[in-house]
């Protein structure tokens, strides 16, 4: 069985194609298979761990699809036209059973060409809200897979399978069992003291890093903070926070810890944490349920946020209870530290925002997705014979 896979070069776009990949292995071992498992697309800085994953990677420029105008139009337009000559050169070469896609730049150059090919395609919107990608791929594809249900209705007449988000399954196995007390001193936390986990992305959050650092004074009084910062902002938050330090007493400087960036580290972040702030992208809202945790959500401002899928995500996702919404605009300190203390300090809101979260998480998705491939796989290659 030969599957090809596409996605735009970021955490959001390549962890639940890792996630993915992972169950079509275990299934196609279960049920005696070979599988021929590639990547094509622009996988961006994740080749290495796209390849420690078993997955045969190979590129196609990268071009942004934008829906405004941008001088850089002028030179992703001629980079998708060489994108598309490049897909159709490399996917001839392997010519898959199917295509599984998660959008992003990159993407729709490798949809166009298997529909060229005739070869079967599936796409998974993670968001509320499609990306342009995925709008367009939608098009020549033969079953849509979304993370929330309203996201079918920007497909109409075609068939659309709500699975939520892929997510790996070694993060989530025997979590059960994990003590938060146990993990938060991993970090070197006291197991005393609720701890927030601040997290914005593979990429980090400016935004929220300038935030945490200018309130870190008053939010360590009520807290401990591990906060993930994005590689590129490590060594700048760093600096800004041992000048705080300088003024804060050696009893409230071992309650703030910083990291650039969580590997697999993750996991034992998330058992840890007594309350999550992170942004709204649907890979962040659907780990935090999936670990069943309490949440206060900053979705990107919409002139960033394309669309403004963020932040639709985040009140659809807190509309049962398992979040709070600030919006970067109304993020305030005496907002923020007032909304975080009110969920530490009442256990009663905590636990009912954590069932909440675990009622939303769909752990299942990934190996749905697999299943759905593996099931369209057989029946093509039946087509064929």
């Known amino acids: 069985m030969r599957v090809l896979l596409t996605g735009g070069g970021t955490g959001g776009h390549i962890y639940p194609l890792i996630a993915v990949s992972a169950e079509l292995q275990r299934l196609c071992g279960e049920q005696g298979m070979l599988l021929d498992l590639r990547y094509l697309g622009a996988c961006g800085n994740y080749r290495e761990l796209l390849e420690l994953n078993n997955i045969l990677v190979r590129r196609v420029a990268q071009s942004k699809l934008r829906r405004y105008f941008s001088l850089s139009n002028f030179i992703d337009g001629p980079k998708f036209v060489y994108s598309l000559w490049q897909a159709l050169f490399k996917v001839f070469w392997f010519m898959p059973d199917i295509l599984f896609s998660k959008g992003g730049p990159g ?31 939608g098009r020549f594809s033969k079953i849509i897979l979304t993370s929330f249900p309203q996201t079918a209705g920007y497909f109409p007449n075609k068939e659309t399978i709500m699975v939520g988000n892929p997510i790996r399954r070694y993060l989530l196995n025997g979590i059960e069992n994990e003590s938060k007390e146990k993990n938060k001193r991993i970090f070197g936390f006291s197991s005393d003291l609720p ?76 058992i840890a944490a007594d309350l999550v702030v992170t942004r709204a ?30 932040t639709k995500n985040a009140y659809d996702y807190a509309s049962n209870g398992s979040a709070l919404v600030i919006e970067q605009t109304n993020l305030l300190p005496n907002l923020f530290v007032s909304q975080a203390q009110k969920i530490l300090q009442n256990p009663e809101l905590a636990s009912s925002m954590s069932q909440a979260a675990r009622n939303f998480s769909k752990l299942d998705a990934a190996s749905k997705i697999a299943q759905i491939i593996v099931e369209l796989c057989g029946g093509n290659r039946q087509n064929k014979s």
Do not use: C, M, W
């Not at 090919?117 to 990608?133: A, F, K």
């Not at 409230?252 to 590997?263: D, I």
């Open 195 to 270: 701890l927030i986990l601040v997290i914005g992305g593979s990429q980090g959050a400016s935004k929220i890093n300038e935030f945490i650092l200018d309130n870190l004074p008053a939010l360590l009084d009520i807290t401990q903070i591990l906060h993930q910062t994005g590689a590129s902002n490590y060594e700048e938050v760093i600096k800004e926070a041992a000048f705080i330090a300088e003024k804060l007493p050696e009893d409230l400087v071992k309650r703030y810890k910083a990291a650039s960036y969580f590997g697999d580290e993750i996991r034992s972040a998330y």
């Open 107 to 137: 993407a729709l150059a490798v949809v166009l060409a298997a529909r060229f090919y005739r070869i079967q395609v599936i796409i998974h919107e993670s968001d509320t809200v499609p990306g342009l990608t995925n709008l367009l791929s």
């Open 281 to 310: 992208s649907a890979g962040a809202i659907f780990e935090v349920a999936a670990f069943g945790k309490p949440s206060i959500l900053i979705p990107l401002p919409p002139e960033i946020a394309a669309s403004d899928h963020q």
